[in-house]
Structure formats: structure tokens, C-alpha cells
Antibody, heavy 119, light 108 residues
């Protein structure tokens, strides 16, 4: 059974940093691209970042480029999102999602972790 | 970057009725790499349709997708109580998987 479990969310002040983790099981982690997708309270879905299976390729939404860094540890079956210079508009539930036949087609999702940026 | 526009924003229907949701793209979606997801309150999204018209594993056949290029449609032939939710289209033809704004299907 495929499982994705996010952790690391919480309350952080504007300008602060946070690192999210996504522990996965049930599939060969290194064979699939992984993404982060976020959803602000009461809003729609926003794709944030994708990383290839090897970790050699990464892409970011313009809204987070230069502030967020996606990485993965294939030996630990874990995906990460390092978030720096956080802003109020970064407040959202952050989901990790498994890539399917294409990098940004998502066949499995975690349950999400809430990040709140506020003073 | 491709912008996806979904309409209507809200669809009010009764169980048993047919639902037709639209998704328009600002430019042609490469290889019809267009997906639909369903999201219920407090839950993660679920993949319904990929490649514009292929159902994902375990998705009932009352869900169907159609369209190509810049105009796509998700049809739910007969609404079941569990189908009332928010639906998102998404293009995955580029390395950035952009989503539409969503259509809420609510009980009339």
C-alpha cells in the first residue's frame, strides 16, 4: 500500500524558516518524481515544486523560486521542502504528491501538513 | 505558463442529475496532458482522469473526460451523494503542473 506522510508544519513568524518532510512507503521511491502542492485556507490547489527521481532536476513555481528548496534522500525514502523567508501568503496546507507516468501527474497524495506564517 | 480557467465556479445539482464541468486553457495542452482531481473537505485530492479521457484506477465509469487542445470537459453521468465535492483540472504537459481554480459541485 502506497503511503505518504508529511510532517514539520507549524506556526512560524514572517521571515522565518521551516523544513517539511514527507516519508513514503509502498513503492520504489527513487523511481518516481515527487512534488509539493499547497492549498491556502479556502482556496484552490497550487503546485509548488517537483524533483526528479534521482534528485538531479528540480523546478519551482515563480511564487517560491529562490526561497524554497526541494530535496530528497532516496536511502531514507523521504522528500523535503526547505522554506526560507516565509511570508503570510505562504500559509497553506502543504501536500506531498507522487508523480505517475509524468512528473507532475499525481496518483497518490499525503494528507498534508499545515504551515501558518504569522506574527 | 498555461493558465487554466474552470467554469462554472459552482454547480448546484440534485443526486441523479448529470454534471458537466469545463476547463479552458490559455494555450494548447501538450499531448492532451490534462487531468481531473476530486477533493472533499478535509481530504487530499484524488486523481480521477488523466490524458484528458482515461480513468484512473478504481474510478467509477460515471466519470468521463473529453476534449483536446484548449477545451476540456469532465462529465459525471448521474451524481451520487459522494460526488458532491470540488473538482480541479490540471495540465501536466510541462514541468510545472498548473491547476485550474476549481468547480464546486453542491447539492441543490
Amino acid at each position: 500500500e502506497v503511503q505518504l506522510l508529511e510532517s514539520g508544519g507549524g506556526l512560524v513568524q514572517p521571515g522565518g524558516s521551516l523544513r517539511l518532510s514527507c516519508a513514503v512507503s509502498g513503492f520504489t521511491f527513487s523511481s518516481y518524481a515527487m512534488s509539493w502542492v499547497r492549498q491556502a485556507p479556502g482556496k484552490g490547489l497550487e503546485w509548488v515544486s517537483v524533483i526528479s527521481g534521482s534528485g538531479g532536476a528540480t523546478y519551482y513555481a515563480d511564487s517560491v523560486k529562490g526561497r524554497f528548496t526541494v530535496s530528497r534522500d532516496n536511502s531514507k525514502n523521504t522528500l523535503y521542502l526547505q522554506m526560507n523567508s516565509l511570508r503570510g501568503e505562504d500559509t497553506a496546507v502543504y501536500y506531498c504528491a507522487k508523480g505517475a507516468t509524468s512528473r507532475t501527474l499525481f496518483d497518490y497524495w499525503g494528507q498534508g501538513t499545515l504551515v501558518t506564517v504569522s506574527s | 505558463e498555461i493558465v487554466l480557467t474552470q467554469s462554472p465556479a459552482t454547480l448546484s445539482l440534485s443526486p441523479g442529475e448529470r454534471a458537466t464541468l469545463s476547463c479552458g486553457a490559455s494555450q494548447s495542452v501538450a499531448s492532451n496532458y490534462l487531468a481531473w482531481y476530486q477533493q472533499k473537505p478535509g481530504q487530499a485530492p484524488r486523481l480521477l482522469i488523466y490524458g484528458a479521457s482515461s480513468r484512473a484506477t478504481g474510478i467509477p465509469d460515471r466519470f468521463s473526460g473529453s476534449g483536446s487542445g484548449t477545451d476540456f470537459t469532465l462529465t459525471i453521468s448521474r451524481l451520487e451523494p459522494e460526488d458532491f465535492a470540488v473538482y480541479y483540472c490540471q495540465q501536466y504537459g510541462s514541468s510545472r503542473g498548473t491547476f485550474g481554480g476549481g468547480t464546486k459541485v453542491e447539492i441543490k
